[in-house]
């Protein structure tokens, strides 16, 4: 098969990495040119946008060239790196990834923007974004090749290098620019996903050995392959392997990559190591942990578990569906107890994630549609939820609940942003959240009654807890120490119109996004469909 | 081969051995001065090592690998431990320029001791005969205590010196016990002898021939463990690893380290040459390879355990070094073509990061004067090129990609996991799960150069000097071969044979 080639994701995924290395070549050239220390931040900052901002561009001529109703794998870059192992060096985006590519872009541009040390006040010294900049920058622009380098990657070695190349620069941001207690934050979240990922190693390993001989891209021999569609086109040869550890090798292998995903989902009871990452995070690390990180988890499973190891996934469907009700009522009624404002979207992200879990174990079409949309709206709204929860940080300097009162008097348009990005986390009709989660409990209803109906009580407590929090921060008597605060500035506006415009226009016509995967994701659980007598016939 | 026909194919030996003479003479007759002798004699020991690494790279090949009625043995393995022996003094001699942990008046002394401990190194990784091993050995181990007492500032190297000795001596004559066990029960001293006598003995058909051959191989393993520091012959590391002059630890940490892998490697397929093609047909040798299983589990888990609760950093990476030859213990264990290979590779990378971590040491020790964890706070904005190597080091130890440590685990892991069976994914799983406990110390460094700003106003750090140098010239291979890893391979592909 002769595939037409094209470098754009590769250009998307390398551009801030060259990022990376002009701001180093800015570090170096510091004394040469007697920059000041002014001078350097800005440059950083000036790069950090420079070479992110592309990428959004990038993404639109990728929406606009993909060919959703045709499916597969399309903008291929495809190449040999080490023949030793027959490693290559694929690139390629379908139905699932092209959404999460785009989605990669977005959250990349207004963590960017976020930041920024516009209309921080100028005393300000200790705000992150004042901090060591050069290194920051340099770190998350290192950070957004790995996420755009974990979506776009169809070789299962490359994908393993881009998922643990994510994990270094996170510790370093979470680690130096984080709040008070981000040293402890930095190791567990490092120590819990490194955990995972060594596990998906192993079972990297035993698939690559366990695959049949195939050719690489340029024609020559491979004994093995890592080829992720490969693999898929041998699945059953994975039911025939001779046992790991005395039990069946693809359920070996398929639990020890489900837990290398469902840490990063994170799915209870691995989840312990998002709060504290998310409280001490500084605002835009949150917003690309909580709209891009997580969703390398449910991705992987749906690029690696679903296709290569199907039976297994049918195996452990129940598991799934179980456990993705769990996130959502367990995390939702956690969210019911908590005073800090960051802690609960924290939670809330537990829950919302419960719901792609759900979606993903149903295999029929609104479930798997419901539940990649799911990933895409909560990728939308939860960053939109941690920069609300920064506006309000870098004011008052603390995030308790309680502390506020009454704040709809000062600042309206604060308010009114707040509110409608609530209402779309909690699935208020007419916006994004609300079609998702309706999918995916349509989707589930039919296979799993009991575990949908308990799961949509989640629904219930999540509007609760907001509206809870709603009435207690900005309704009520005003809190005469929060009288002088200043309502919206704009760098927050440019991050936050564009994702609140996204939640209303994806909620009135979600058919942008969804046109993109359902192809992709329809074919993805067919077979599965069959298999459980949801549908039959081809 | 006879001896005057085997003499081309000791070259690298002999070089070393006339320049380690040529440094001990030079230095009674001609007692230099001044520049000749700061610089002058490194650059002789470098001279005779590199020309002992131009004779092993131009060796001639040799339809019959044994040289010296058997004494030597060569394959492609050995070649490749003896240039890593070879590279890593060299790479102790540059560290050692201008070090303030060896005494100005016997710095000659120092680097013929150094060429001497290469010679030992080369000769142990070729050993083919139970007495070239023991004398081979003999040599590494007195060299290595004279080097590890050398620091005279104060009694830490002293202690370590006579601590090494102390250990080393026991090591040696339980292993030369073994031996002597060994002899007795199979009548001969030759390793090829020694596994064609096993493959027909009916030593092993009795219960007590079985334990007794048991015990010889237990005995054996003591001798080696205390070479490659395996746990529980692992006591001295640590403690002469902290008093000994930091560009001899560098050394240490490495160079017999590999030599005492080729020999185990060489002991295991020599007597049992199954190993050598296919380990899963070695049922024989089951229990060796079950001794060596439980040392690389033991080893692994203590080494990291043990590094977590350390506070100078020779020590952590002495407990590091001692979680490592765990990890390459999962090579051997594999056994085949394979195992040797990812053994090979693994130290071909740990040569690179592990003497760089310790040149990071090194220079910093050179303007701070302590190895304590408390003087790296803040070294990330105090000298960023310095602690910006470090962390490619210790990512690299860590074992995580895009750095050249990743590439060495996946060889290990891999030759396991192609082999198969119960108990080598088993110990696959228990060295992965090391790896991230590994990360919990190698972080703690991280953290302190990175995460925590230095108390009061600490002396700066000077990147002048050959230390430094070598730490960020190293750095550049170690993230490399992590992107780019063919090299290595070419290297598991060419060792991988042990005859």
Same mark, same amino acid.
């Given at each position: ?95 699932? !990834? ?187 690390? !949150? ?60 939670? !809330? ?75 779309? !986390? ?113 | ?56 790279? *131009? ?179 640590? &403690? ?10 560098? #050394? ?26 296919? *380990? ?9 390879? #079950? ?19 350390? &506070? ?46 310790? *040149? ?18 803040? #070294? ?47 110990? *696959? ?71």
């Amino acid at each position: 098969m002769i595939e037409t080639q094209t470098t754009l994701l590769t250009w998307m995924t390398f551009t801030p990495l060259i990022g990376v290395a002009a701001i180093g070549l800015l570090l170096m050239a510091r004394p040469l040119l007697g920059l000041s220390q002014r001078a350097v931040d800005h440059g950083a900052r000036l790069l950090a946008l420079l070479t992110t901002l592309p990428s959004l561009a990038l993404s639109y001529v990728m929406w606009r060239d993909f060919d959703g109703a045709a499916g597969g794998v399309q903008f291929v870059h495809h190449t040999p790196w080490i023949r030793a192992f027959n490693i290559e060096y694929f690139m390629g985006v379908d139905g699932l !990834s092209v959404t999460m590519v785009m989605l990669t872009a977005l959250i990349s541009s207004v963590a960017v923007i976020a930041s920024m040390p516009w209309g921080i006040a100028r005393d300000d010294s200790h705000h992150f974004s004042r901090r060591q900049v050069p290194g920051y920058m340099a770190l998350l622009l290192l950070l957004e090749t790995g996420m755009f380098g974990v979506f776009c990657a169809l070789d299962f070695f490359l994908f393993y290098v881009l998922w643990e190349l994510v994990l270094l620069p996170m510790y370093f941001l979470i680690g130096i620019w984080g709040g008070p207690r981000r040293e402890y934050a930095a190791i567990k979240f490092f120590l819990y996903t490194l955990a995972g990922s060594v596990l998906m190693l192993l079972g990297m390993i035993a698939l690559y050995y366990a695959s049949e001989p195939t050719t690489l891209v340029d024609g020559t021999a491979a004994a093995h392959t890592f080829n992720m569609l490969k693999l898929a086109e041998q699945a059953n040869r994975f039911e025939l392997m001779a046992p790991i550890l005395g039990l069946p090798f693809t359920k070996v292998v398929w639990v020890g990559m489900f837990i290398a995903f469902a840490i990063k989902v994170p799915m209870f009871p691995f989840h312990t190591w998002l709060p504290d990452a998310h409280v001490e995070a500084p605002t835009p690390i !949150s917003v690309l942990l909580a709209g891009v990180l997580l969703k390398m988890g449910p991705y992987g499973m749906l690029r690696v578990n679903y296709p290569i190891l199907p039976e297994a996934t049918l195996w452990a469907q129940w598991g799934v569906a179980i456990f993705g009700a769990i996130n959502i009522v367990y995390a939702a009624f956690v969210c019911m107890a908590q005073k800090d404002l960051k802690k609960l979207i924290a939670y !809330s992200s537990v829950s919302h994630m419960g719901f792609v879990l759900l979606g993903m174990a149903a295999f029929t079409p609104q479930g798997i549609s419901g539940a990649v949309y799911q990933m895409w709206n909560h990728g939308i709204i939860s960053p939109a939820l941690f920069l609300i929860a920064g506006v309000i940080y870098d004011r008052a300097h603390h995030r308790e609940i309680e502390g506020f009162g009454g704040l709809s008097k000062n600042l309206p348009e604060y308010t009114a942003i707040t509110g409608l990005a609530f209402m779309a !986390s909690l699935g208020l009709p007419g916006l994004n959240g609300f079609i998702s989660e309706a999918l995916v409990l349509v989707g589930a209803f039919p296979v799993f009654k009991v575990i949908t109906i308990v799961s949509a009580s989640g629904v219930i407590i999540t509007a609760a807890y907001y509206l809870l929090t709603m009435q207690r921060v900005f309704l009520g008597k005003l809190n005469e120490k929060y009288a002088a605060l200043r309502d919206l500035n704009w760098r927050e506006r440019l991050t936050l119109y564009p994702l609140v415009a996204l939640m209303v226009v994806l909620g009135f016509y979600p058919m942008p996004i969804l046109d993109l995967m359902n192809p992709t994701l329809h074919s993805l659980v067919l077979p599965f469909a069959q298999r459980t007598g949801l549908v039959t016939g081809p | 081969m006879p001896t005057l026909e085997s003499l081309p194919h000791v070259l690298p030996e002999v070089a070393l051995a006339v320049t380690a003479a040529a440094l001990f003479v030079l230095e009674a007759l001609w007692q230099p001065r001044g520049r000749a002798r700061r610089v002058g004699f490194p650059l002789l020991a470098l001279g005779g090592l590199l020309a002992a690494l131009l004779f092993l790279v *131009a060796s001639p090949s040799s339809a019959e690998p044994r040289f010296f009625g058997g004494l030597l043995t060569q394959d492609p393995f050995s070649t490749f431990v003896r240039g890593v022996a070879i590279v890593a003094t060299a790479l102790a001699v540059g560290l050692a320029l201008g070090s303030p942990s060896l005494p100005s008046n016997r710095r000659v002394e120092y680097h013929g001791l150094l060429v001497l401990l290469a010679l030992g190194m080369c000769l142990l990784s070729s050993a083919g005969h139970l007495l070239m091993i023991y004398v081979a050995i003999e040599i590494v181990s007195l060299t290595s205590y004279l080097l590890a007492g050398f620091d005279d500032r104060g009694g830490r190297s002293a202690e370590a010196g006579l601590k090494y000795v102390l250990f080393g001596g026991v090591a040696s004559g339980v292993m030369l016990f073994g031996f002597s066990l060994l002899f007795g029960l199979f009548g001969d001293l030759s390793l090829s002898g020694l596994g064609q006598a096993l493959a027909h003995s009916t030593t092993l058909s009795t219960g007590a021939g079985r334990w007794a051959t048991l015990l010889a191989l237990v005995f054996v393993l003591a001798g080696l463990g205390f070479k490659i520091a395996a746990v529980p012959f692992h006591m001295w590391c640590p &403690d002469v690893y902290e008093g000994a002059p930091t560009p001899f630890t560098a #050394l240490l940490s490495v160079g017999p380290k590999a030599a005492g892998f080729a020999v185990l490697l060489r002991f295991g397929t020599g007597l049992w040459p199954e190993l050598a093609t296919d *380990a899963a047909a070695a049922t024989s040798a089951l229990p060796w390879l #079950l001794l060596l299983g439980v040392m690389s589990t033991v080893t692994m888990t203590v080494g990291n355990l043990a590094a977590i609760w350390q &506070d100078n950093l020779k020590r952590l990476l002495a407990y590091s070094s001692i979680a490592h030859a765990g990890y390459m213990l999962m090579g051997v264990v594999a056994g085949g073509r394979e195992g040797p290979g990812a053994v090979a590779v693994y130290l071909a990378v740990y040569l690179i990061m592990n003497i760089g971590a310790f *040149a990071v040491v090194s220079a910093v020790d050179r303007s701070a004067h302590s190895e304590d964890i408390g003087v790296y706070h803040g #070294l990330g904005r105090r000298a960023p090129l310095l602690a910006l190597a470090m962390a490619v080091f210790l990512l690299s130890l860590t074992g995580l990609p895009p750095t050249a440590g990743f590439v060495g685990k996946l060889y290990l892991f891999a030759s396991l996991i192609h082999h198969g069976g119960f108990w080598y994914v088993l110990l *696959a799983v228990v060295g992965v799960l090391n790896s991230v406990v590994s990360l919990y110390f190698y972080a703690r460094v991280l953290r302190a150069m990175f995460l925590e700003s230095a108390a009061g106003e600490p002396a700066p750090v000077s990147l002048a000097n050959s230390a430094a140098a070598l730490a960020v010239v190293l750095a550049v291979p170690t993230l490399a071969l992590g992107i780019f890893w063919q090299p290595l391979a070419a290297i598991a592909n060419f060792s991988g044979s042990l005859f």
